[in-house]
Structures are given as structure tokens and as C-alpha cells.
């Protein structure tokens, strides 16, 4: 079992920057492999960027590629996203999910790859 919590939303301008967090439960996090999504009101939940258990191979959405990065700190049991130049369309509650243990080398762009999520934290985006 994982219990993930996301913190670090808030409220920021365009072309600003913020800092997500995700700090998750169990001893086995570092066999995890990480991602985050988001969802926009009125929208889908869609991928953001995911990282595998190694944290060695990262991928990312087009829409924020060169804009965000993803990290984990298996020691601290956490994964980060780093949002640079954010643009309005950047709004949503963003969460972070876990998938494994020991998940495939695949890139982790679908929800129903993930057994377990956080709840989401807002970022707003004021251009």
C-alpha cells in the first residue's frame, strides 16, 4: 500500500515558476515508478511526466517538455515536479501517482497504469 501527498500548488504569473511535491508512504518507494498528471476544469486528467523506479529515464508530455522536470528522492520517499515559464494554460490540480512494484519500461502515460493517487493540489496561473 502507498499513500501519496502532493503539496507546493498555489497561485503564481505567467511565466513564473513552482515547485510540486509528493511525498509518499512505505518502505518501497524506490521500487515505484512515478508520474503526474493533471486536470484542467472542464477537462480530462492528462499526463504530465513520469519517472522510472531508478529515476534514471524521465518522460514528458510536448506541452511542457524544456518547461518541467521531474525528480525523485528515494531516500526522502518523494518525487518533485519543477515547473518553470508556466502559462495560464497550465491550470489544474495536479497529481502525482505511483505504479509497481517494479513497473515495465514502459513511459507511463496512461492513467490505468497506476495502482495508487494522491489527491491533487491547485496551481493557478495568472497571465
Known amino acids: 500500500q502507498v499513500q501519496l501527498v502532493e503539496s507546493g500548488g498555489g497561485l503564481v504569473q505567467a511565466g513564473g515558476s513552482l515547485s510540486l511535491s509528493c511525498a509518499a508512504s512505505g518502505r518501497t518507494f524506490s521500487s515505484y515508478a512515478m508520474g503526474w498528471f493533471r486536470q484542467a476544469p472542464g477537462k480530462e486528467r492528462e499526463f504530465v511526466a513520469h519517472?522510472?523506479?531508478?529515476?534514471?529515464?524521465?518522460n514528458y508530455a510536448d506541452s511542457v517538455k524544456g518547461r518541467f522536470t521531474i525528480s525523485r528522492d528515494n531516500a526522502k520517499n518523494t518525487v518533485y515536479l519543477r515547473m518553470n515559464s508556466l502559462k495560464p494554460e497550465d491550470t489544474a490540480v495536479y497529481y502525482c501517482a505511483a505504479r509497481g512494484p517494479w513497473a515495465g519500461p514502459t513511459r507511463g502515460v496512461r492513467e490505468n497504469e497506476y495502482n495508487y493517487w494522491g489527491q491533487g493540489t491547485q496551481v493557478t496561473v495568472s497571465s
Open positions: 519517472i522510472r523506479w531508478s529515476g534514471g529515464t524521465t
